[in-house]
């Protein structure tokens, strides 16, 4: 009996040590992947087909990241230059997404086929709202940097040739 006690005081230490260890290395996991995205506030949330998005796997990228809804009239206004600047500097490795901060995706889903938007579309939310401090009003965009940093943000409606300056300024840095 005291030789099956021990057995199984042995096993359950080791089993115990075996967890903690994955637990541990779960949490360097997690501690190494917020040191390699910078500090653009990360998240995950819904595209228009249900899956989910997480802005990180965009790492490598400049991002154009831009809060909006379609009944904001300068939200409506940008889109067409943020339809053209995706398809003119995709292959250069510039990505845009729109948080929509409507309350039906089919709203959003409609909105986007009938006006061509050919960028990544999530629904957003009052969390990440508070994560990126929109609250002074929308459209409110973000210029993130290849690896995850905030360079800069713009609020209001917000011209082509003023996003333009800082993203050519991005993509060239590190060719």
């Keep these: 009996m005291a030789k099956n006690g021990k057995t199984f005081s042995v096993i359950l230490i080791m089993c115990v040590s075996v967890l903690s260890l994955c637990m541990l ?4 996991e997690k ?3 917020a040191v390699e995205w910078g500090d653009s506030p990360d998240f995950t949330l819904k595209q228009l087909d249900g ?3 997480t802005l990180s796997s965009l790492k490598g990228k400049v991002i154009l ?3 909006w809804a379609t009944w904001c009239g300068y939200c409506v206004d940008e889109i067409p230059d943020l339809i053209a600047m995706r398809k003119d500097l995709a292959d250069k490795g510039f990505e845009v997404v729109g948080v929509s901060l409507d309350k039906r995706a089919e709203t959003v889903k409609k909105f986007a086929e009938k006006n061509g938007i050919n ?3 999530v629904m ?3 969390k990440i ?3 990126y401090n929109i609250s ?3 459209p409110t965009t973000f210029i993130i940097d290849k690896d995850g940093n905030s360079v800069k943000s713009f609020l209001g409606l917000t011209g082509r040739k003023e996003f333009e300056q800082v993203i050519l300024e991005l993509l060239e840095k590190g060719k």
């Design 25 to 28: 290395a779960g949490c360097a």
């Design 31 to 33: 501690a190494k992947k």
């Design 51 to 53: 899956t989910n998005f």
């Design 65 to 67: 990241l831009d809060f």
């Design 119 to 121: 960028y990544i579309l």
């Design 124 to 126: 957003g939310d009052n």
């Design 129 to 131: 709202g508070d994560k």
């Design 136 to 138: 002074r009003g929308i």
